[in-house]
C-alpha cells in the first residue's frame, strides 16, 4: 500500500513532503488483524506520520518521525497563524536538515 503523500513546501534548496505511514488513502488509519474483547474490530495502529525533508543543494534528505515530527508539526501551525518570509521558513528547514545523513535515493 502507497503511503498517502502531501508535498507541503517546494524551492529551489529545500522540499517538504508530509507522510502519513499507517494511513488508508482517505486519511483514515486501518484496524490491524487481531481481534479481542477490548478491540472488536482488531487492534488499532497508531497513525505514524512524518515529514521528509530534502536539502536540494547537498542531495541529502532527513525523515521526521515521532517527537521530531511533533516539533516541526508545531513550526508548521505557527506559520499557519503567522505566515513566515521565504527566508524564515528556509533558515527552519536548514535547522532540520543539518540532521541529515541520508543521501536522496530515487526509488
Same mark, same amino acid.
Given at each position: 500500500?502507497?503511503?498517502?503523500?502531501?508535498?507541503?513546501?517546494? @524551492?529551489?534548496?529545500?522540499?517538504?513532503?508530509?507522510?502519513? /505511514?499507517?494511513?488508508?488513502? =482517505?486519511?483514515?488509519?486501518?484496524?490491524?488483524?487481531?481481534?479481542?474483547?477490548?478491540?472488536?474490530?482488531?487492534?488499532?495502529?497508531?497513525?505514524?506520520?512524518?515529514?521528509?525533508?530534502? =536539502?536540494?543543494? @547537498?542531495?541529502?534528505?532527513?525523515?521526521?518521525?515521532?517527537?521530531?515530527?511533533?516539533?516541526?508539526?508545531?513550526?508548521?501551525? /505557527?506559520?499557519?497563524?503567522?505566515?513566515?518570509?521565504?527566508?524564515?521558513?528556509? =533558515?527552519?528547514?536548514?535547522?532540520? /536538515?543539518?540532521?541529515?545523513?541520508?543521501?536522496?535515493?530515487?526509488?
Amino acid at each position: 500500500m502507497m503511503s498517502p503523500m502531501h508535498t507541503l513546501y517546494d @524551492s529551489e534548496t529545500y522540499s517538504v513532503t508530509h507522510m502519513l /505511514a499507517n494511513a488508508e488513502p =482517505d486519511g483514515s488509519t486501518r484496524a490491524g488483524p487481531l481481534k479481542t474483547e477490548r478491540f472488536p474490530n482488531g487492534v488499532p495502529l497508531l497513525a505514524r506520520h512524518g515529514f521528509e525533508i530534502v =536539502d536540494k543543494r @547537498s542531495g541529502k534528505e532527513v525523515y521526521l518521525d515521532g517527537s521530531w515530527a511533533e516539533l516541526f508539526q508545531r513550526h508548521i501551525m /505557527a506559520w499557519q497563524v503567522n505566515t513566515p518570509s521565504q527566508e524564515e521558513v528556509e =533558515d527552519t528547514l536548514e535547522q532540520y /536538515a543539518e540532521l541529515a545523513q541520508n543521501p536522496v535515493l530515487v526509488h
